[in-house]
């Protein structure tokens, strides 16, 4: 595929990578106002940390695969990486739909990591989704060349949000009801 045909397939998908990067963190975030009275049959924030700490290795194996020149290895990672980012943003919406959120009780300078952490985890995980867009996107429509440069800046934001992800779980577990 020459690079006007790599560029015009690309375009097509630009519209929905707006309104996705847009619609996810203003979705989540009303979602986040809504309250059902319901309760789970589990208790979800160990397995969508568990779920964040599986993306983060597949990351960095799908990084091993593609500099090892495996390409269908380090596709089909990347595709499970992204199943299972949006299985664990499902997961996490589903648990604050339903329960109340849980107040991190440390206190002094641990207090100040822990937010410091969770709120860079939180803004990252909003920036991160154009950036996997994108990335995929230049992928399918085979604009290697784009889908390299920006992969170089996807792949550490994406990296540090599942691992941060999971510091959060460890740092609040103790504070669960």
Do not use: C, Q
């Amino acid at each position: 595929m020459n690079k006007s045909n790599a560029l015009l397939n690309e375009k097509k998908y630009n519209t929905l990578i707006v309104v996705l990067s847009v619609a996810i963190p203003v979705v989540v975030a009303i979602l986040f106002g809504v309250k059902i009275d319901a309760e789970l049959p589990i208790f979800l924030p160990p397995i969508y940390a568990t779920t964040n700490a599986i993306t983060a290795l597949v990351l960095v194996f799908a990084f091993i695969a593609i500099k090892n020149k495996n390409i269908k290895l380090h596709e089909r990672l990347m595709k499970f990486a992204i199943i299972l980012s949006v299985l664990f943003l499902v997961m996490y919406v589903a648990y604050h739909m339903t329960s109340d959120s849980t107040k991190f009780g440390g206190e002094g300078a641990i207090a100040y990591v822990y937010y410091f952490i969770l709120l860079t985890h939180i803004l990252l995980s909003i920036v991160v989704i154009p950036f996997v867009l994108i990335t995929y996107v230049r992928a399918i429509t085979n604009n290697i060349e784009k889908h390299k440069k920006i992969a170089k800046i996807t792949f550490p934001l994406w990296l540090y949000v599942a691992i941060t992800g999971v510091i959060v779980y460890v740092m609040i577990s103790p504070y669960y009801a």
